[in-house]
């Protein structure tokens, strides 16, 4: 499972693993620890979405493939208390 963070038209970079939105530092405050790793910019391409696992020292997703096709997407996860 990974999450969606960046949207068509974005621009998705990451900077010793703060990611960042259109130049805006993204509030994750469920990641507990920063991967030291830097990508990007990346610009997230029409009817594509920039993917990236909460587990970030371990995940394989947008920073290796590059945003991926929306048909790719195959369900939203959602969770309620």
């Given at each position: 499972m990974k999450r969606v963070v960046g949207?068509?038209?974005d621009l998705v970079e990451?900077?010793?693993g703060q990611i960042f939105i259109n130049g805006t530092a993204l509030d994750e405050p469920y990641i507990t620890a920063l991967s030291k790793d830097s990508s990007g910019p990346a610009l997230v391409p029409t009817h594509s979405?920039?993917?990236l696992g909460d587990n970030r020292?371990?995940?394989s997703d947008s920073?290796?493939?590059g945003p991926i096709p929306e048909?790719?997407?195959?369900e939203r996860a959602w969770v309620s208390f």
């Open positions: 949207e068509p038209g990451i900077r010793r979405h920039y993917v020292s371990a995940s920073r290796l493939w048909e790719s997407i195959m």
